[in-house]
């Protein structure tokens, strides 16, 4: 079964720390995506990995990707409250024809002052 | 327009009513998807169309009818839906299904509440 798990699920955060948000799959995949999702708004694509030891780095955030653990992380860096949001991540498997995106729970991230 | 756009943004449903979703991309994508999000639970894929055909229907109760005329417009068709159907869908497109082109672009949503 394809599994895609976040942890953790929810984070309260002060400004100015640092954290980690981890994401584990469990099948060899390809290519993983960091999406982030504000209330009410649509899915924003943040980061795409496509190999391993893959790290990408955006403002405050910075993605990674270990295939052979099957994992990846989402680094958050001196959090500030625009952070706030729920940050979702997925991972292509192949199905089918198609390369499936399955979704991880999400990680609802608050940023407190 | 840009991207990908959802209509209604907000629908309100009775078990016996026949209501549409409807999706447009103006991204000249040629793959079109249906998520459902639900509270607590993961996003969950519904369907896929390729070049408009359908390529994955994944276990989707009857009640929920998809349609894709044409390679920038899908619609989800509902009727006789259940109050647990409460739930954002979501669109989204890609170039294609497959291979390095594959990324998502999601749209907005329409969150549907089913009384």
């Known amino acids: 079964e394809l599994k895609v798990e976040q942890n953790p699920l929810f984070l309260s955060m002060q400004e100015g720390k640092n954290y980690t948000i981890y994401c584990n799959y469990s099948t060899t995949s390809d290519r993983l995506y960091w999406y982030r999702q504000d209330p009410g708004k649509s899915l924003e694509s943040l980061f795409v990995l496509l190999s391993n030891g893959a790290v990408k780095q955006e403002g405050r955030l910075m993605a990674s990707l270990d295939t052979k653990a099957r994992l990846s992380t989402l680094h958050i860096t001196a959090a500030v409250h625009d952070l706030s949001a729920t940050y979702f991540c997925?991972?292509?498997?192949?199905?089918?024809?198609?390369?499936?995106?399955?979704f991880g729970k999400g990680t609802l991230l608050t940023v407190n002052p | 327009e840009t991207g990908v756009t959802q209509t209604p943004r907000h629908l309100v449903m009775g078990m016996t009513n026949k209501k549409s979703l409807k999706c447009e991309q103006h991204?000249?994508?040629?793959?079109m998807y249906w998520y459902k999000q639900s509270a607590k639970k993961p996003l969950e894929l519904m369907f896929v169309?390729?070049?408009?055909?359908?390529?994955e229907n994944n276990s989707v109760p009857s009640r929920f009818s998809p349609e894709c005329p044409n390679s920038s417009h899908l619609f989800l068709h509902l009727h006789t839906l259940q109050p647990e159907d409460s739930a954002l869908y979501l669109c989204?497109?890609?170039?294609?299904?497959?291979?390095?082109?594959?990324?998502?672009?999601f749209g907005p949503g329409t969150r549907l509440t089913v009384t």
């Open positions: 989204a497109s890609s170039q294609e299904t497959a291979g390095t082109y594959n990324e998502q672009y």
């Open positions: 997925a991972v292509v498997f192949v199905g089918g024809s198609n390369y499936k995106l399955t």
């Open positions: 991204l000249g994508h040629n793959a």
């Open positions: 169309y390729n070049f408009k055909e359908q390529t």
